[in-house]
C-alpha cells in the first residue's frame, strides 16, 4: 500500500474524513526534475498564491530561486517563515503600503500609477514593467489574462510614458520585463511560440527605448491535465528547446509545481439513484476543493475501500458531490466506477495548487479539511 494511501486511512475513525493530504517526497522529486532541466540562465520561482501552505514551501525551497507574492499577506507569510529568500512582489491594484513594502523586493509594476507612485518614494526601487502587448492567442484557455484588453500590465503605447518616468527618476531601476499572459496552458508548441514572441517583444521594447534588458520574467502558466492525467506537459522538451540570450530568462510557476503533490480525500456519507443516475455524497465538497467547479471540468478519482457501514454501489456511472446545498456542489461527473460503498473515501489527485485556497471555506459552516503532510 502507498504512503499515501496508509495515511488517508488511518484518519478513517469516529468523524468522517475530509482531508488535504501533501505527499512531500513526490513534491521534492518534482521540484528536482523541473530544476534539473533548467538550462544555464534560466531562474525558476513559485507563485506562493498556487498553495503556500508552509510545509510544502519548505520543501520546495532549495530548488527554486525565490518566490512570488501578489499581496502584503503573501508577503507577511512568506516573511514569518522565511526571512532571507529573494521575493518578486507583483499583482494588480498594491496599495500605498504595499508598494512601500513592495520597493524593498524586486516588483512587478502594473501601471503607470503605480510607477508614479513608486517615484515619489525616493528610495532605491528595483522594478520589472509588466507588459500586455496584443498577443494571437489560441482563445482556448479560460484564463487569458492578457494579449486582449485587461486590468493586468501596461500596454505597449503606454511604454514611451513608463520610460519618460524612468528617465525623470533615477531612484527606479529598470531591471527588465514580466509577462504572464495565461494560465493552463497544455500546448508545448504554443508555448514555445508564445515565449519566443515575449523574447522578441521584450528584445525590440529594449533596444527601441534604449534599456538594459538583465532579466525578462515568462511569468508560470504551465498547465496541469486534469482531464488526461497520464498526459502531462512536457518540461524537459521545453528546456531544451528554449533559446539562447544575453539576459536571465525566469519562470514564476504556480500550478505546475504544486498540483501534482496534493490529494483531496473524502469519505463517502451516502449513495442514492435519482431518476437513473448514481450519486455518492460526500463529506466535504466544493467549499473544501473548488478546483473542478471553478475549472469547469469532472475531477478524476479513485476509491479507497473502507470499513463499509451502509449502502454498495457497483459498476455505475457515478456523479460525486458534497454536503452543500447547491446543484453546484459538484466534484465529479458520470465517473465509471467498479464498486463504491457508503464509508469508503474517495481520493482526488491533482489537487496541490489552487484547491483548499480558492475555495469558500466557510459556506454552510462545515468543519473544514485536515491538512495532512506525508514525508518519508
Ligand atoms: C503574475 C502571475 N504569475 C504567476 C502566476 C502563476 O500561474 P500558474 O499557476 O498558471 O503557473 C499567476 C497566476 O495567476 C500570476 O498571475
Known sequence: ??????????????????????????????????????????EMFYAIKANAEVPNLRTMQ??????????????????????????????????PAELRRAAEHQIHVESLWELRQLAELHRPVRLLLRMNPALDHREDSPMLMAGKPSPFGITPDHLPQAVEILRQHPNLEFLGFHLHTRSLQLDLEEHLRLLQRYMELAEHWSQDFRLHLQVLN???????????????????????????????????????????CG????????????????????????HHFRLPAAQGHSHPFRVLAGPRRGPVLEKVLLNV?????????????????????????????????YAWNISHHDFLMHPHPRQIFVDA
Open 1 to 42: 500500500m502507498s504512503r499515501l494511501d496508509e495515511a488517508a486511512l488511518s484518519l478513517l475513525g469516529q468523524e468522517p474524513v475530509a482531508a488535504y493530504l501533501y505527499d512531500l517526497v513526490a513534491l521534492r522529486e518534482h521540484c528536482a526534475r523541473v530544476r534539473a532541466a533548467l538550462p544555464a540562465g534560466v
Open 62 to 95: 532549495p530548488y527554486l530561486d525565490g518566490f512570488e507574492v501578489a499581496s502584503g499577506g503573501e508577503l507577511d507569510h512568506l516573511r514569518a517563515h522565511f526571512p532571507n529568500v529573494p521575493i518578486l512582489f507583483g499583482g494588480p491594484g498594491k496599495t
Open 218 to 260: 515568462v511569468g508560470g502558466g504551465i498547465g496541469v491535465n486534469y482531464r488526461q492525467p497520464s498526459q502531462q506537459f512536457d518540461w524537459e522538451q521545453l528546456c531544451r528547446r528554449l533559446p539562447g540570450r544575453p539576459y536571465t530568462l525566469r519562470f514564476e510557476c504556480g500550478r505546475f509545481l504544486t498540483a501534482f
Open 263 to 286: 490529494t483531496y480525500a473524502c469519505e463517502v456519507l451516502d449513495l442514492k439513484e435519482s431518476h437513473g443516475q448514481y450519486f455518492a455524497i460526500c463529506r466535504g465538497g466544493t
Open 321 to 353: 458531490v458534497g454536503q452543500l446545498c447547491t446543484p453546484k456542489d459538484r466534484l465529479a461527473s458520470a465517473a465509471p466506477v467498479q464498486q463504491v460503498g457508503v464509508g469508503d473515501l474517495l481520493l482526488f489527485p491533482l489537487a496541490g495548487a
